[in-house]
């Protein structure tokens, strides 16, 4: 996965100060073990020679699994639930953030992020993501 994305991703990767991964919630974390976003952006980053910093964003509530909500239902599942720590706002603070994600549907998750990442000053948000899902709409899972 690591070796596709750079391939398509190594100029905005490049670009970027820092590599964030979408962070999972800590019980989520703990029930599964690992973040598929977070081994992700730590090969990413090594492969572009860029700092990878996972503690730049935390997830600040439990949200509901995105599997059967439409975009705007995604959107308020999403809505507050990532921010940056206080202690972490001036490594963000004019910085260019590549967001890795493993998979985007909607977007939601994309953009509440980016939205925690701007609130904590950075220039500029570019989002990463293995795989896109063409029509949500069509998933019967």
């Known amino acids: ?10 100029d905005l990767l490049r670009e970027a100060d820092v590599i964030v991964p979408v962070p999972l919630h800590r019980l989520r974390l703990w029930r599964r073990r690992f973040n ?3 081994l992700l952006a730590q ?3 090594a492969s572009a020679q860029r700092p990878y910093s996972p503690e730049l ?10 599997v059967g909500l439409d975009h705007e239902g995604r959107r ?5 639930a990532f921010r940056v720590p206080e202690a972490a706002m001036p ?7 590549a967001l890795v994600d493993d998979v985007r549907t909607t977007g939601a998750t994309a953009e509440a992020c980016a939205k925690a990442l ?6 500029h948000v570019s989002v990463l993501t293995f795989a896109l899902v063409l029509e949500p709409h069509r998933l019967h899972i």
């Open 1 to 10: 996965m690591a070796r596709m994305t750079t391939r398509v991703g190594l």
């Open 36 to 38: 598929q976003a977070a």
């Open 43 to 45: 090969r990413l980053a």
């Open 57 to 66: 964003l935390t997830r600040t509530r439990r949200t509901r699994q995105q």
């Open 76 to 80: 308020k599942n999403m809505r507050n």
């Open 91 to 97: 490594e963000i603070a004019g910085k260019r953030v």
């Open 118 to 123: 701007k609130a904590a000053g950075a220039s």
